[in-house]
Nanobody, 122 residues
């Protein structure tokens, strides 16, 4: 079983950049598909990006493609989400997730972090 802890959230202005980190313990990240999801108030949790076990395949939601980049460092047991050109609509709690399956559905992921808040002001 893997434990996930996110960090790096905060309050930023539109156009700024942030990097989220997700540290995995208990298992190495190359055991899993690693994903980032987000949930805004009153909305369902939505897919942001994921990366496969060997780090060679990534997938992004259309709303973040070209602005966000997911990457992993197996030696550090950490997955990152680099977020550039942030917009107010990116405001949400961001969650790191892990599972054996390759999926964009939140329901497919069995392991979750506690989430980190990102607020983007206009």
């Amino acid at each position: 079983q893997v434990q996930l802890v996110e960090s790096g959230g905060g309050l930023v202005q539109a156009g700024d950049s942030l990097r989220l980190s997700c540290v995995a313990s208990g298992r190495t990240i190359d055991t899993y598909t690693m994903g980032w999801f987000r949930q805004a108030p009153g909305k369902e949790r939505e897919f942001v990006a994921n990366i496969n076990r060997n780090g060679l395949s990534t997938n992004y939601a259309a709303s973040v493609r070209g602005r966000f980049t997911i990457s992993g460092d197996n030696a550090k047991g950490t997955v990152y989400l680099q977020m550039n050109s942030l917009k107010p609509e990116d405001t949400a709690v961001y969650y790191c997730a892990a599972d054996y399956r390759w999926s964009v559905a939140a329901t497919a992921y069995n392991y979750w972090g506690q989430g980190t808040q990102i607020t983007v002001s206009s």
